[in-house]
């Protein structure tokens, strides 16, 4: 099969997170059973085409909308980001399917990566789920509030998802909320779990921590959801009963503390109030190439999310042979087995998460059971061969449902009109909605409208100049009794010049730019 994976997030340039990993794990998978696989990803500075062990992967920018979004940007932030990252990543799409036809498309559901794919209907597509805006909303994760701006976001996710041939969820408990969510055949839903290259993330290999202390591992950004409070509430008293303990904390800053704070510097306070600042070290994101070695000098591997559909640490650290403690929340009990492959706890609670640490930090033999039981289960069911091999499966179906839908040529289409038009159509709607918006605020804002001609007169003088000696030659024939079509010839050839820069956006572009 010839098969597109859509990706905002692809390594290394935007390596984000979770999505970005599932979708290069993947991509290899699928690779390496023969199929011809092609990835369209977002790019980090500019355009390109680059190689992943020979899977093209052709990086893009947001799309250059020619009234770059900017009032739509001022009102709906989120929403301006999802529309052009997903214009971007489908024209990309189309460019290369029109050379080569693909035989299926992959896209997670976050962000609506497959709302254009779902609208034109060209190849069978099957969406991904990971967290849709909607749980972000409903839980309030990240701050995430039910504004317009979210609530469009996770609109937009919700017709992608109800227009794709399979929906796949890493986890039951993902599965459930989005059935819920959309009203949808939970057994429809087919769950495939996240899948993870076991040859590289094995027990063999370097070290990158060696000392004589009982290593603990957390893997993760540094926020709210992660659950990285409640492991710094625990820490003081771990060392309280293990002084030999060493935790290792790596993962990224986040300004999301409390009015957009530091968490590190909120975590770091919190430990000097406990004493255990000599007992913790912070390290920075690496990259995934170099995590190995980390797991490998864990002694045991912590994962508190406060919610997480299927947390890849977890993943990481089975297959590396670490005994891993998860909350559970989310998907990480359906991972991780409690007493198998590591101790299950529940999320937002210190005290527990301490005395799971604690109970494998005394006990050498449970630690070296559940590490042996990580790693087998890990190459059982989460190789990312085998995973690849299910969602092959997914790919056939997709294509039977595809097939069966399509059977008359406009049947099921949401835009029935040719392909190749759909995405100037598209343009056209969103840019005609950023320029109402403009108009609104123009007549509605003096603050807006001072703006305008500010930034009018810098950015272009001419046009300015040429607006006020329009305006006022008007107003002096007018006042003169001239009607329209009595005014000057030149005065009216110059009025429909300034009409035509306007139309253009040519005359406020600037505005829209800080």
Not at 486 to 510: C, G, H, W
């Amino acid at each position: 099969m010839r098969i597109c994976l859509i990706s905002r997030e692809y390594p290394p340039e935007t390596g984000f997170g979770g999505i970005a990993t599932f979708t290069q794990h993947l991509a290899q998978g699928l690779k390496s059973l023969g199929h011809d696989v092609v990835v369209v990803a977002l790019a980090k500075e500019k355009a390109s085409v680059q190689d992943d062990n020979g899977i093209p992967v052709h990086r893009v920018q947001l799309y250059p909308f020619k009234t770059k979004l900017a009032v739509v940007a001022m009102c709906m932030p989120y929403s301006k980001y999802v529309l052009g990252t997903s214009t971007a990543l489908y024209a990309k799409f189309m460019e290369l399917h029109r050379q080569k036809p693909f035989d299926a498309v992959d896209t997670p559901e976050l962000l609506a990566e497959g709302l254009y794919p779902s609208i034109a209907q060209v190849v069978p597509l099957t969406i991904r789920l990971y967290t849709p805006h909607s749980k972000f909303i409903a839980e309030k994760l990240h701050n995430v509030q039910p504004s317009f701006d979210h609530q469009f976001v996770a609109a937009l996710e919700r017709v992608a998802m109800l227009s794709a041939q399979v929906i796949t969820s890493p986890s039951n408990d993902l599965a459930e909320f989005v059935a819920g969510d959309l009203g949808y055949d939970l057994s429809k839903i087919a769950i495939v779990r996240n899948p993870i290259d076991t040859s590289v993330f094995t027990p063999e290999g370097p070290r990158e921590i060696d000392n004589d202390k009982l290593n603990v591992l957390f893997v993760g950004r540094l926020e709210e959801r992660k659950g990285i409070q409640y492991l710094i509430d625990a820490i003081p008293k771990v060392v309280a009963q293990v002084p030999d303990v060493r935790f290792i904390i790596l993962g990224d800053d986040t300004m999301t503390g409390k009015g957009g704070s530091s968490v590190l510097a909120d975590l770091k306070q919190r430990l000097a109030a406990g004493g255990a600042s000599d007992h913790v070290q912070f390290i920075n994101r690496i990259a995934l190439s170099a995590l190995p070695a980390y797991y490998r000098s864990a002694d045991i591997s912590v994962v508190p999310s406060v919610y997480d559909n299927s947390p890849y640490t977890s993943l990481e650290a089975m297959a590396c042979g670490a005994p891993v403690i998860g909350s559970s929340a989310g998907g990480t009990k359906e991972y991780v087995i409690d007493g198998q492959t590591g101790l299950i706890v529940p999320p937002r609670d210190a005290d527990a998460l301490a005395e799971a640490i604690i109970k494998l930090a005394n006990d050498k033999d449970l630690r070296a059971a559940l590490a042996k039981g990580a790693r087998e289960h890990a190459v059982r069911a989460f190789d990312r061969k085998e995973i690849a091999r299910q969602t092959q499966a997914l790919y056939e179906l997709a294509r039977q449902r595809f097939d069966a839908r399509h059977a008359d040529t406009n049947e099921g289409r949401m835009y029935r009109h040719d392909s190749d038009k759909m995405l100037q159509s598209a343009v056209e709607f969103i840019d005609s909605f950023d320029k109402a918006l403009y108009d609104m605020l123009y007549q509605r804002s003096i603050r807006f409208r001072i703006t305008h001609w500010g930034r009018l007169a810098k950015a272009r003088p001419r046009l300015l100049l040429a607006k006020i000696v329009n305006r006022i030659a008007r107003m002096i024939f007018g006042a003169m009794g001239f009607r329209e079509e009595s005014m000057p010839a030149s005065l009216r050839d110059l009025n429909d010049a300034i009409a035509k820069k306007d139309q253009e956006r040519e005359s406020y572009e600037s505005v829209l730019q800080d």
